[in-house]
């Protein structure tokens, strides 16, 4: 067999081998469920109503769980701990881990979920938050996704 038939043959069975043996499984991705909360803190109370788009959770309390750090800078503080977020009218609710920068202009920052309960047992997510700072405290935005 001429030696251009031989690699022909040769690069025709590694060809099948790679496509037969690389071929990516299918996995189902986890899709999330887009979250908009928006905590109204007033910084007389340990307690702040909220609103949010998630069903059967349109509104509810937050108050501060475990704090890991504050600390107050020149240029304004940070905050990490957790927000326990409890639906009005239900036993479910979710603990949200924050790790946010804040100052005269508002804060910013992350959030991850470490808890849930009730309707949330399980649940996951993430995203970011803005302070907006207003005349009676600040309004806490979170926006991003539950799995």
Known sequence: ?????????VGAAVALLFMWGTSAPVIATPTGVPVNIVAHTSFS?????????????????????RIAVVAFTPWGGVFNGDKEFTCAGSDSGF??????RFGEDGST?????????????????????????????????YTGSFR
């Open 45 to 65: 109370s340990d307690e702040a109503p909220f609103d949010s788009s998630l069903g059967g959770c349109e509104t509810g309390s937050v108050v501060n769980g």
């Open 1 to 9: 067999m001429p030696r251009s038939a031989i690699r022909l043959a």
């Open 95 to 100: 603990t949200l881990r924050l790790k946010a």
């Open 109 to 141: 920052g992350t959030w991850t979920v470490a808890d849930g309960w009730g309707d949330f047992e399980g649940l996951h997510g993430s995203g970011t938050l803005v302070g907006i700072p207003t005349s009676e405290g600040i309004n806490d935005v």
